[in-house]
């Protein structure tokens, strides 16, 4: 995550947290696509992890335009959404801080 410490805890151990910053997210949301190739379990696997991947990119983005080297307590939703239930939509939140560096 380019540096950026992420983690689901309220805290890091071992860090002194010296800066709160508030809310980041991250969404995304992709097309189920089953190709010839492949079942149909596989295919959501593999839209899930894009779409987790794409918001967890999105979400630390989010934190860098903060000013931010942590994010604490991060949290993930998921949906299907669509008229198919064909597409993934992933929701990633947590809490951007300022850590204090090592040495």
Known sequence: ?????TTTTPYIE???????????HGVA??????KYY??????YERA???SEDTALIR???????????????INSNYAMVGEKGDMI???????AVVVEEDG
């Open 29 to 34: 949301s992709v097309y189920v696509t089953v």
């Open 14 to 24: 071992g860090k002194k947290i010296i800066k709160y910053l508030g809310f980041v």
């Open 1 to 5: 995550m380019g540096g950026m410490i």
């Open 48 to 50: 899930l992890r894009e």
């Open 89 to 95: 939509m992933v929701g990633i939140y947590g809490t």
């Open 59 to 73: 979400m630390v983005d989010n934190a860098k335009k903060l000013g931010a080297n942590a994010i604490i307590g």
């Open 38 to 43: 492949e079942d149909v379990k596989d295919a």
